[in-house]
């Protein structure tokens, strides 16, 4: 479940986020990372006065928002950021080159994304639709696919979807409220990722009403996104399942109902998936306008190297580049030169997500908080960005960057009134200015901040003797092993090692493939990884999955750093409780300033922008949203080919 890549470590993504990534046209709501969406029709307040029916549930609508506040209207045609008329035919195709998930981007082997076995090829998200799916110029709103309406309950607690009659799986069977069902209580179930199963723990149930309706019910502590993750969820069909194991792997492709179907698997190399003309729902406002190419492929490296002179050649014909030094210095091949490929920035309007190496505090050498921020201040990013990554960045100090949720100078009286509960149950600089990572004198070893961090392993009882080891109070050297599964960003964990080393403590890093890679994560077998978490512009159910104490001791889960504090859950229920975009915000802030204080990784970069080049063969709507996430996905899904330039370039 983790997407690690490159210098900039892409993502750190839950499998909800990657399965309910369910064509090229559906956003991705569930934010890298992560159990996101939302889960209200309307505020409390404004839904009580529309009244509820004789059942108890309030009129039907067309589409779901956190706090009400959809852009469009139900009579909708399409969105506003896609051409109705453009044109189908050609292909998409992009390259991988990471870790996500159950999926091995760097390999597959299974065509199933949804359990922990195998691992699982890309773009399966393609083949499956949800009941209701998300547009990319709104941060949280969800419309109906597979569902036409939706109804809640005047409490909250139940939801009604009413399905579409025309609804169909690929086989020309219909989908059904029985399928919606089967999907929920087999994705709660120990035959799903564990992922799954931590994010759906308060859907209750699901029953059939009728066979075009289906009622998901909710615990009463439930977060306000839950709604929207089973909203969101890719509908199985119970009928194909009924012969075959769902927790098994296959290179079979399991049946779905999107807009894609699989339709060329090369093991470990390339996956392409054929557009489906005849789409049970191609005609609906949330479908116009999208899913414009014949076919999208997916092409494996498991070198970057490898991946960037391919598309050099031509091999796929869209990249999003990663690595400062690409993007710097080697886009000056013959094909940029003389135009045949463009290149350009795209302003990323969401959170930049949570990048680092976290330390596993599981682990005896990672215990005391004073150990983790000494190994923190091994990090001269001043020098490593101008060194490596040519200025690109931008150093990362918050678990919210590039959005209002930041930690920013001392506690306002709202984030006071949550945190005065918790004094004495957390570190006294909470109620101060939010602890950041300093700047340092770019030179690769600031003698002052190394001398900060040789005081504190002192106060943390570790004594350097004679041979220059540092000893932890029982005695044991000091080692720290940073685990990887390729030597993408070795240069810059290179410079960490050697200021540890400075300071008496033993660094390596350890290279193993990317199957090891993804047990020993799954099984918390690692003293240091990188990764990122990509969070929502309204964080929720997913901070459980991430920084939760339950999440802590779940094998798969995604809290890796093992975090297991009573006053992080408290502040994560704050924040789900939360009923307003400020409220939420405040929270977050809050919980920013605790989690900070812990001092659980080695901070690492942002950039607030995407860098992308592509072959000159498509045309496209207009700018990339802002808010839309992955500008692969929008450009997989929105894009078209321009023929006459696709065949001047021989395509």
Do not use: C
Not at 42 to 66: N, V, W, Y
Not at 221 to 227: A, D, G, V
Not at 245 to 271: A, H, M, N
Not at 468 to 492: C, Q, W, Y
């Amino acid at each position: 479940m983790i997407r690690l890549n490159r210098e900039h470590r892409t993502v750190r993504e839950d499998p909800i986020e990657l399965a309910t990534r369910l064509s090229p046209s559906r956003r991705r709501l569930l934010s890298g990372a992560a159990l996101l969406g939302v889960s209200t029709l309307l505020p409390p307040e404004r839904a009580k006065a529309q009244g509820a029916d004789a059942t108890g549930f309030e009129p039907a609508s067309h589409g779901m928002s956190i706090f009400g506040d959809l852009k469009y209207p139900a009579d909708f045609k399409r969105f506003d950021y896609v051409r109705p008329d453009a044109p189908k035919g050609g292909e998409f195709s992009t390259q991988i080159t990471s870790l996500s998930g159950n999926q091995n981007f760097t390999t597959y082997d299974t065509l199933n994304i949804f359990s922990m076995r195998g691992n699982g090829a890309a773009g399966m998200g393609l083949i499956y639709d949800s009941l209701m799916t998300g547009s990319l110029d709104e941060p949280d709103s969800l419309y109906g696919l597979v569902a036409q309406s939706v109804r809640r309950s005047t409490d909250g607690l139940r939801y009604r979807f009413k399905l579409r009659p025309q609804a169909r799986f690929h086989d020309g069977s219909p989908l059904t409220a029985a399928d919606v069902v089967f999907t929920l209580e087999t994705l709660k179930s120990n035959k799903a990722h564990a992922g799954y199963r931590i994010a759906l723990e308060r859907v209750l149930g699901a029953e059939a009403i009728a066979p075009d309706e289906v009622e998901i019910r909710f615990a009463p502590n439930r977060s306000r996104e839950l709604p929207l993750v089973a909203a969101s969820l890719p509908i199985f069909s119970k009928a194909y399942y009924a012969t075959r194991d769902f927790d098994s792997g296959t290179l079979e492709s399991p049946l779905g109902s999107g807009g894609y179907k699989v339709d060329r698997v090369d093991v470990g190399r390339s996956i392409s998936f054929r557009r489906v003309a005849d789409h049970w729902a191609k005609d609906l406002p949330v479908s116009i306008g999208q899913g414009n190419f014949e076919t999208i492929r997916y092409e494996y490296f498991r070198d970057r190297e490898a991946a960037f002179q391919a598309f050099t050649a031509g091999t796929f014909t869209f990249r999003e580049e990663f690595t400062s030094l690409i993007w710097a210095t080697r886009y000056d091949f013959p094909a940029m030169k003389d135009g045949r490929v463009k290149r350009e920035t795209a302003v990323d309007g969401r959170p930049s997500g949570t990048q680092g190496w976290f330390m596993n505090t599981r682990r005896p050498q990672f215990r005391d908080p004073r150990v983790r921020e000494a190994m923190a201040l091994a990090l001269d990013f001043e020098w490593v960005n101008r060194n490596l990554m040519f200025g690109l960045r931008k150093r990362t100090a918050s678990y919210f960057e590039n959005s209002p949720m930041k930690a920013e100078g001392k506690p306002s009286p709202a984030e006071l009134a949550l945190l005065e509960p918790l004094r004495g149950k957390v570190p006294d600089e909470v109620f101060g200015e939010p602890w950041s990572p300093p700047e340092s004198d770019g030179s690769g070893q600031d003698r002052n901040i190394l001398r900060r961090a040789s005081q504190l392993l002192n106060a943390a009882g570790a004594r350097r003797g004679p041979d220059n080891v540092l000893r932890l109070p029982d005695g044991t050297k000091m080692e720290v092993e940073f685990l990887e599964f390729d030597n993408a960003i070795s240069r810059h964990t290179e410079s960490i090692i050697k200021n540890l080393r400075l300071l008496g403590i033993e660094g390596a890093i350890r290279v193993v493939d990317p199957s090891q890679f993804q047990k020993r994560q799954q099984e918390f077998d690692f003293d240091i990884l990188s990764a990122r978490f990509v969070m929502s512009m309204a964080p929720g159910e997913s901070l459980r999955a991430l920084f939760g104490s339950q999440a802590a001791k779940t094998p798969g889960s995604r809290n890796l750093a093992g975090i297991a504090d009573p006053a992080v859950d408290a502040l994560i229920e704050a924040i789900i409780a939360a009923r307003t975009r400020e409220e939420i915000t405040i929270a977050a802030r809050a919980l920013d300033r605790v989690l900070r204080a812990g001092r659980y990784w080695i901070p690492a970069w942002h950039t607030g922008e995407h860098f992308l080049a592509f072959w000159d063969m498509f045309e496209r709507p207009g700018p990339i949203p802002p808010l839309a996430g992955s500008p692969t996905s929008v450009a997989m899904a929105t894009w078209w080919r321009d023929a006459s330039r696709a065949q001047r370039l021989g395509r």
